[in-house]
């Protein structure tokens, strides 16, 4: 038999239209999936194919990313708008409670947003997601300065004359993702010109450098702000942070529910191992709900 199908729904941030994908709506646990920065939410349909249909199902597209709408003229992006389109889509497909998933960028905003709403949040995996690099605190003016000289420079949405070639440029960039995922990437993460060829979805303006940023210190104090369980997974070959700062964010997080995983594979390893990593989580959820239950 099929798997089931995802629905394709629109959420409201405040005009703001999110492009949201569901499956299940009437499954239980309800579980949201948060993907990485410049990608979209169909990073995730490996990983679906090995999950259980009996979940409520939901992946999010970020404002300026996939299918979701963009900022307005004048507008930048900022970190914390990304947790108004987590609460946004809770809100809108009345959610009150769920588990999180987020892969890089998605992790992040995923930790941040269950440290600012606990009851909202059943559990949290976070996929080679690590925290962000803000550093010291000294590093805030530079940010600053960074953010105002992005700011002058001009959007530019490069154009490629297929979808491979948009592909091809992925892996360029990210030499650990293997042919099939940078496809899978550019097939749902470009669209058609007018003249004829190929551009990606995302707005160019998420590559500017946010004004503001969390320093070491205050990260720390989000972690430590997390109350559900939460599970570490990384790729054998994906992000190697300094000894001393992963140890640091691990001891923080008080509520880690076990040693990091590691997979075989790079920084979407997700992708590389679907199977295994939908295991994993599949576990973990199941694991948090007998715990809550016999609480």
């Not at 999950?51 to 307005?72: C, I, N, Y």
């Not at 990606?200 to 997390?226: I, N, S, Y």
Request: proline share 8%.
């Amino acid at each position: 038999m099929p798997a089931a199908a995802f629905e394709s729904l629109t959420i409201d941030a405040e005009g703001l239209p999110l492009h949201v994908r569901q499956r299940g709506p009437q499954g239980a646990p309800a579980v949201l999936f948060l993907h990485g920065w410049l990608d979209h939410s169909h990073s995730f349909d490996p990983l679906c194919e090995h999950l259980p249909e009996a979940w409520r199902t939901v992946l999010l597209d970020f404002r300026g990313m996939g299918q979701s709408g963009h900022a307005g003229p004048g507008a930048a992006y900022h970190f914390s708008d990304h947790l108004l389109d987590v609460e946004a889509t809770l809100d809108g497909l009345a959610l009150p409670r769920v588990h999180l998933v987020g892969h890089s960028l998605g992790g992040i905003v995923a930790l941040a947003y269950a440290a600012a709403r606990p009851e909202r949040v059943l559990g949290l995996t976070l996929i080679e997601s690590l925290g962000p690099s803000g550093g010291p605190a000294t590093g805030a003016l530079q940010r600053l300065r960074g953010f105002l000289d992005d700011s002058r420079r001009p959007p530019n949405r490069k154009r490629y004359p297929t979808v491979e070639a948009a592909a091809e440029r992925l892996r360029q960039a990210n030499p650990t993702l293997s042919p099939d995922a940078a496809l899978l990437f550019a097939r749902h993460g470009t669209r058609r010109t007018p003249e004829g060829d190929f551009a990606f979805t995302f707005d160019p303006r998420h590559r500017r450098r946010f004004g503001q940023g969390f320093d070491e210190a205050q990260w720390l104090t989000l972690e430590a702000a997390v109350t559900c369980p939460v599970q570490l997974l990384r790729g054998t070959e994906g992000l190697a942070p300094a000894p001393e700062l992963l140890e640091a964010r691990l001891a923080a997080l008080r509520t880690l529910a076990a040693p990091p995983r590691f997979f075989q594979g790079g920084h979407h390893v997700h992708l590389e191992q679907p199977s295994a990593v939908a295991a994993a989580i599949a576990a973990f959820i199941a694991g948090s709900a007998a715990e809550a239950s016999s609480a």
